[in-house]
């Protein structure tokens, strides 16, 4: 077992890589009002926080708005 690397204060987490349907249905478990998914989502991509792959990979956020 490796120790784990330290994270520098500051360092933002590597983005998380998952396709939009993963993300909408995950933030959908949390709330059933659509534009609240859709902000959440837009927030969420717009930030660098998550990363789409699959067919979205590399669209712009606004472009899917």
Not at 16 to 27: D, E, G, K, S, Y
Not at 35 to 44: C, F, K, M, P
Not at 49 to 64: E, M, W
């Given at each position: 077992?490796?120790a ?11 983005p ?12 959908g ?37």
């Open positions: 077992m490796t784990a690397q330290p994270v520098r204060a500051g360092a933002a987490p590597a998380r890589a998952v396709t939009l349907l993963q993300l909408v249905r995950a933030i478990e949390i709330t059933e009002d659509d534009r609240e998914v859709v902000a959440t989502v837009l927030h969420l991509l717009r930030s660098g926080r998550v990363q789409l792959r699959g067919n979205f990979c590399g669209s712009p956020p606004d472009a899917l708005a």
